[in-house]
């Protein structure tokens, strides 16, 4: 499903991949010049680095995107998109967080800045193709868009990239997608890539490895109110709903309660009108069948009745029918389904293919 090297007699391409500065742009950015295209890098700065903390790295990120680029023999770029990711990925952030839900940045991040932003700015430059190291596969460029899955099914990026719509990806173009991430690295180690060796990003996207809790407080207040179990009893007092996710176990600070069984708490409900953080020692409160979710993305035309689903990055595909009405889409799962969370995205697959899309709203529970 990836791209095939130019024939003879054919035109190379003119890509510009984007560089993060890591492993996997790096053999993308490569691997595109090794086919015989036409190669440039771009860096995207998108967070403003001022708070003098030790998790600013963007500037380390680039020394490492510059060293590929001059290894590679091609030019590297570089933008910021500090303003436009501040209103259209880190906005929305926060509005989801004071709202209750629990975002997917890294969703909204490719949405909106890798791929609605690069796009624009690669054609530009006279660049009409672009390429990023997304464990991602497609059609052949000039066929229409379906989007399948990395060959390296522990590192698919699928989930992340349901939501950027066809538009977006059609002139994109995914190198490492039928690599493994083990092959990969050995790849970069014989052509001497100086990032052969260097820890995947595991941060927010663009804001990077950073105490996550510590880092949210700075642009979020604390909102006191209580921790209820299910059928009402006062346990204790959390210090905001946006510091809670449903299904999370740790952190919720209510201790052991006497005359409980000493079984771990779960976070199950958050109301948002009464400022209350429901909580279970019963899995079965974890669970649901339906999820309704919106803004509905479709990859490749219409969603068949019958699919499979994943509400998180790393959830095995789950059998489910969908019911589709414009952007909003009801899915029953034959099985329940555990902490299915607003705010986060539901992703729908047939086979190898993802179909695409959309944010879930709430689950039959609520």
């Known amino acids: 499903m990836t791209e095939p090297a130019p024939d003879e007699g054919d035109t190379p391409l003119r890509v510009m991949v984007g560089m993060s500065g890591g492993v996997d742009s790096a053999v993308a950015a490569m691997t595109l010049k090794e086919q015989g295209h036409s190669v440039a890098g771009l860096f995207m700065k998108n967070w403003d680095e001022d708070d003098g903390t030790e998790y600013c790295t963007a500037e380390a990120d680039y020394a490492d995107a510059a060293l590929v680029c001059e290894r590679l023999g091609i030019e590297l770029f570089a933008a910021n998109f500090a303003a436009e990711y501040w209103d259209n990925v880190?906005?929305?952030?926060?509005?989801?967080?004071?709202?209750?839900r629990t975002p997917n940045p890294d969703v909204l991040c490719n949405r909106e800045i890798k791929f609605r932003l690069f796009v624009d700015y690669a054609a530009e430059l006279g660049y009409p193709v672009v390429a990023t190291g997304h464990y991602a596969r497609r059609?052949?460029?000039?066929?229409?868009?379906?989007?399948?899955?990395?060959?390296d099914r522990n590192k698919d990026q699928t989930y992340f990239l349901q939501a950027v719509p066809t538009e977006q990806l059609k002139d994109c173009i995914f190198p490492v997608g039928d690599m493994t991430k083990p092959a990969l690295r050995k790849r970069a180690e014989a052509a001497g890539l100086s990032v052969h060796d260097k820890k995947d990003s595991t941060g927010i996207c663009f804001i990077g490895e950073r105490r996550f809790a510590d880092f949210l407080a700075r642009f979020l207040p604390d909102d006191p109110g209580p921790v209820l179990d299910m059928e009402g009893t006062a346990l204790g007092e959390h210090r905001g709903l946006a510091w809670f996710t449903i299904g999370q176990r740790q952190g919720i600070?209510?201790?052991?309660?006497?005359?409980?069984?000493?079984?771990p708490w779960y976070v199950a409900r958050k109301d948002q009108d009464s400022n209350t953080l429901y909580v279970t020692q019963n899995d079965c409160d974890l669970l649901s069948r339906e999820l309704h979710a919106s803004g509905l993305n479709r990859i490749a035309g219409e969603l068949p009745?019958?699919?499979t689903a994943k509400t998180r990055y790393r959830q095995p595909d789950q059998p489910c029918s969908v019911d589709v009405a414009g952007d909003a889409v009801t899915v029953t799962f034959e099985a329940p389904q555990r902490a299915v969370t607003p705010g986060?995205?539901?992703a729908f697959y047939l086979g190898e293919e993802c179909?695409?899309?959309a944010r879930i709203d709430h689950t039959d529970g609520e």
């Open 253 to 263: 600070g209510i201790g052991g309660q006497a005359g409980r069984a000493e079984k």
């Open 355 to 357: 179909l695409g899309g």
């Open 344 to 346: 986060q995205y539901v």
């Open 90 to 100: 880190f906005a929305a952030f926060l509005a989801d967080y004071r709202a209750g």
């Open 305 to 307: 009745e019958r699919c």
């Open 139 to 151: 059609s052949p460029l000039g066929e229409p868009f379906r989007l399948f899955r990395g060959v």
